[in-house]
């Protein structure tokens, strides 16, 4: 069964510092993956997702992540976070062709100002 | 367009008490899912839909049922409520099943849900 894995849980940083978010995933064939953020109180919102094609994907909010499909990774990036961005943030792998999303544990992102 | 709405927002029950969570969308969606969300365990399928009349089990269906008469709503059915299931629940929906890469799921707003 796929599944997906975020290294890590809790991070904070300070305002305007770079993100980096890790996340894996087991599957070794093709591979739809998705980055989701949860700000506190709302409900999941899409940030970026990858299909195929450029590994470099680009999302809403100055997001962007990359396939490395020899390293199962699917890592999220920023390069200058804002107060605003602190939430929780989830990787998923689409599962089959049903709509089912796997998703990871959840990484709580905390931006200091 | 509403989007996904869920009701109730919050609810509390007793061990043992049965409840319906409700959810529907607007947007002629067929694909229909249910998740819980527990700190530190991400977001789990509960129950999916691929249209009206069909449902089938996730990662974790013990528990609760489901059921597909419309394609606009797909409630969630706590058959006799235990304090594992407090929990938060999300309803989602998309008109595909994503795999085309041209789709998006909608997420509901969810209900926190605590069983004393």
């Known amino acids: 069964a796929q599944s997906v894995s975020q290294h890590n849980h809790h991070v904070i940083l300070s305002e305007a510092a770079s993100l980096e978010l890790g996340c894996n995933y087991s599957?070794?064939?093709?591979?739809?993956l998705f980055w989701y953020v949860q700000y506190p109180g709302q409900h999941l919102q899409l940030l970026l997702k990858?299909?195929?094609?450029?590994?470099l994907v680009k999302g809403i909010k100055g997001f962007e992540a990359e396939f490395i499909k020899s390293k199962f990774s699917f890592n999220l990036r920023k390069p200058s976070v804002q107060w605003s961005d602190t939430a929780e943030y989830f990787c998923?792998?689409?599962?089959?062709?049903?709509?089912?999303?796997?998703f990871g544990q959840g990484t709580t992102l905390q931006v200091k100002p | 367009n509403a989007g996904v709405t869920q009701t109730p927002k919050f609810q509390v029950l007793k061990t043992g008490q049965s409840m319906t969570l409700q959810c529907a969308q607007d947007?002629?969606?067929?694909?229909m899912s249910w998740y819980r969300q527990d700190p530190g365990m991400g977001l789990r399928l509960i129950h999916y839909s691929v249209g009206a009349g069909i449902t089938d089990q996730g990662e974790v269906p013990n528990g609760y049922n489901v059921s597909r008469s419309t394609t606009e709503d797909f409630p969630l059915r706590l058959l006799s409520a235990a304090p594992s299931q407090t929990s938060v629940y999300f309803c989602a929906s998309s008109y595909s099943s994503l795999a085309e890469g041209t789709d998006t799921q909608y997420f509901g707003p969810g209900t926190r849900l605590t069983v004393l």
């Open positions: 998923a792998v689409l599962s089959g062709n049903t709509g089912k999303l796997i």
């Open positions: 990858y299909f195929s094609g450029d590994p």
């Open positions: 947007m002629n969606h067929e694909y």
């Open positions: 599957y070794g064939g093709t591979v739809n």
